[in-house]
C-alpha cells in the first residue's frame, strides 16, 4: 500500500503549481564555513546526479563541520528521508527545531517525516503551526487539506481547502484538489461543479478528464463520461486501462463501431490486454460475427490457458455457431478449473438441456446441487428439464422449491403459474402466481401472454384479449403469443383476425417445436368449418 508520505510527497510536486516556490535554497551562511560549504556542493552535485547516498554522505559531513547551521540539518535530514532512514531524520531536524522553533523549513521536513511514519495528527498539527506562522503561503493550506483528507477527516480537508480558496478564488488547482475530496465521499455533483470550473479556467491534463468522466459515471451521465473520457486518451494514448472504459461505455451507449475502433487501439499499444480482448469479443458476439469472437477467445486462452471467463464465452460462441462437440469440451475445461462451483455445472447443464441430451443435463444439475443445494438458477433449470421430460410433479415440486428460496423470481413465478393454466388446473393459484410475476416485471411478453392465457383458462374472454394483445405489442415475432391470441379471437368468433394471427405466428414456426403442425391445423379446421357454412 502506497504510504501517506509518498501521497503527500507526490501531492506536494502539485501544490508547487500554487505559488512560487517559496523553499529556494539560501546560502549556508553570509560568512560560511569552507570545509561545511565544500561538502555542501558535493552533496549538491550528487543529488543533481540522482546519487542519493553520496549526498547524504557529504550532507552529514557538511553538517559535521557546521552542526549549528538549522539550514544544513535540514538538509541533512531531507537527504535521510529520501534514503528512508526516518527515525535518523526525525532526532536530527527535531534537534534543529529545538534550537530554531520557527524555522520552517525544518518544520515542513518534519511534518513530512511524521506523514513518512503514519503519524498524520502529529503532522498535521506541525501544518497548523507553519501556517499560523505564515499564514499567506498557499502551499501549507494545500498540503494540510490533502494530509486531512489521507486521514478521512474529509470535513476538516474541505474546511482548509475553502480557507486557500477565498484566499486565492481564481486557483483553480485547489479547486480541482477540493474536488477529489467531494468525490472520495460520493458528493459527485459537488466534484463535478469543482473539475468543471477547472476545465473552464484552461486547465486540461489526463487525471483531471478521467476523474470527471469517473464522476459523471456515477450520476449517470453517460454522453458527458464518453466526453472527458476522450479527451482523457488524447492527451494520453497510451494509457490502455482508460481506453478499456471508454470501449465499455461505447458498448452500453449501443456504439458498437466506436467500441472496436477504440479495443483495437488498446491492443495496439498492449497485445496481451486480456481485458481488451474479452470485451473484443463480447462486440464481436454482440454484433453476430461469432467466428471473430472464437478468434479472440482462443487468443486469450492461449496466453492464460486457464482464464475460466474466457472459456466460458468460448464454449457459448461454439455453440451459437454450431460447433456443439467443441462447446461441450470448452465447458468440460471448465469443470475441471472449478470442480466444486455450481455456476460451471450449471452452465453445462443448461448447454446438455438446449441440445435435448436430457440425461446429462439432469446429472449435471444434480452434480452442482450437491455442491449447493439452495442454488437458486440450479433449482429453477432443473424444473425445465422435469417439463421438458413431462415429469410434471418433480417439475411443480422444484418450482415451489425456487419461489422459496426466491419469492421474488419472476420467471418460477410465471412458469409454474403457465404451467397450471395450460393444465387447466389450480387456475385461481395461477392467476396469484403470475399476477405476482407480472408486477416484479410488468414490460415482459412472455408474463403478460400467460395472464392471458390463464384469463382465457377461467373464461374471461375479454380480459384474455386485452393482456394478449399487450402480449403480442411488446413481443411482436413470438409464434407462441400469436397462437394464444388467435385462439382467443376465435373464441370471441373474430375468424378473420383468428386465421390472421395463426399466420402471423407461422412465419416464426422455426422458434417453437410443433407449432407449425398445431397452428396449421387450427387454420385448415377453422376454414372447413367456413367451407360447409357456405
Not at 493550506?141 to 486557500?164: E, G, M, V, W
Not at 422444484?398 to 404451467?419: E, F, R, V
Request: glycine residues 4%; negative net charge; proline residues 3%.
Amino acid at each position: 500500500m502506497m504510504s501517506a508520505f509518498f501521497k503527500l510527497y507526490v501531492f506536494i510536486a502539485a501544490v508547487l503549481l500554487i505559488s512560487a516556490c517559496s523553499l529556494q535554497k539560501k546560502s549556508v551562511v553570509s560568512q560560511p564555513n569552507k570545509e561545511a560549504y565544500y561538502y555542501y556542493i558535493r552533496a549538491v552535485d550528487a543529488e543533481k546526479e540522482n546519487d542519493w547516498e553520496k549526498a547524504l554522505e557529504f550532507y552529514r559531513l557538511a553538517f559535521d563541520e557546521d552542526p549549528d547551521s538549522e539550514y544544513l540539518a535540514t538538509e541533512t535530514g531531507r537527504a535521510l528521508l529520501i534514503n528512508e532512514k526516518s527515525e535518523e531524520a526525525l532526532n536530527i531536524v527535531k534537534e534543529a527545531i529545538s534550537k530554531s522553533p520557527d524555522y520552517i523549513p525544518a518544520l515542513s521536513l518534519l511534518a513530512k517525516i511524521y506523514s513518512n511514519m503514519n503519524e498524520l495528527n502529529k503532522a498535521a498539527e506541525i501544518y497548523e503551526k507553519i501556517i499560523g506562522l505564515n499564514p499567506s503561503d498557499l502551499d501549507n493550506y494545500a498540503l494540510l487539506a490533502h494530509l486531512y483528507s489521507i486521514d478521512k477527516k474529509y470535513d476538516k480537508s474541505i474546511k482548509t481547502y475553502n480557507i486557500a480558496i477565498k484566499k486565492a478564488p481564481r486557483n483553480v488547482i485547489i479547486k480541482y484538489y477540493l474536488g477529489r475530496v467531494y468525490f472520495d465521499i460520493k458528493k459527485y455533483d459537488e466534484a463535478i461543479r469543482l473539475f468543471e470550473e477547472t476545465a473552464d479556467a484552461g486547465m486540461s491534463f489526463e487525471h483531471l478528464h478521467t476523474i470527471l468522466a469517473l464522476a459523471y459515471e456515477e450520476t449517470g451521465n453517460k454522453v458527458k463520461a464518453i466526453e472527458n473520457y476522450e479527451r482523457s486518451v488524447k492527451l494520453n494514448p497510451h494509457n490502455a486501462h482508460i481506453m478499456e472504459r471508454l470501449a465499455r461505455l461505447y458498448i452500453e451507449n449501443e456504439m458498437p463501431l466506436k467500441a472496436l475502433e477504440q479495443l483495437k487501439d488498446v491492443i495496439k499499444y498492449d497485445p496481451e490486454n486480456i481485458d481488451a480482448h474479452l470485451i473484443l469479443a463480447d462486440v464481436y458476439s454482440t454484433s453476430g460475427e461469432l467466428q471473430m469472437a472464437v478468434d479472440e477467445l482462443t487468443y486469450v486462452i492461449t496466453i492464460e490457458p486457464e482464464n475460466t471467463k474466457a472459456i466460458y464465452a468460448l464454449s457459448n460462441a461454439l455453440y451459437n455457431i454450431g460447433k456443439y462437440d467443441e462447446s461441450i469440451a470448452e465447458f468440460k475445461k471448465l469443470l475441471k478449473l472449478l470442480p466444486e462451483n455450481p455456476d460451471a455445472y450449471l452452465h453445462i447443464a443448461f448447454l446438455y438441456l438446449q441440445n435435448k441430451d436430457y440425461v446429462k443435463a439432469e446429472k449435471m444439475f444434480k452434480a452442482g446441487l450437491s455442491f449447493e443445494p439452495d442454488h437458486i438458477e440450479l433449482n429453477f433449470k432443473l424444473s425445465i428439464l422435469y417439463e421438458k421430460t413431462k415429469r410434471y410433479s418433480e417439475m411443480f415440486a422444484q418450482l415451489k422449491k425456487t419461489i422459496s428460496l426466491d419469492p421474488g423470481h419472476a420467471d418460477a413465478l410465471n412458469y409454474l403459474g403457465y404451467t397450471y393454466a395450460e393444465q387447466g388446473i389450480n387456475l385461481d393459484e395461477a392467476l396469484e402466481l403470475i399476477e405476482k410475476a407480472i408486477v416484479l416485471e410488468p414490460d415482459s411478453g412472455h408474463i403478460r401472454d400467460s395472464l392471458g392465457w390463464v384469463y382465457y383458462k377461467k373464461g374471461m374472454h375479454r380480459d384474455a384479449l386485452r393482456e394478449l394483445n399487450r402480449a403480442a405489442e411488446i413481443m411482436k415475432d413470438d409464434p407462441v403469443i400469436l397462437e394464444h391470441l388467435g385462439d382467443i379471437l376465435l373464441k370471441l368468433k373474430n375468424n378473420e383476425e383468428a386465421i390472421n394471427a395463426w399466420e402471423r405466428s407461422l412465419k416464426f414456426h422455426e422458434k417453437e417445436e410443433g407449432l407449425k403442425e398445431r397452428v396449421e391445423e387450427k387454420i385448415e379446421g377453422l376454414k372447413n368449418i367456413k367451407s360447409e357454412v357456405r
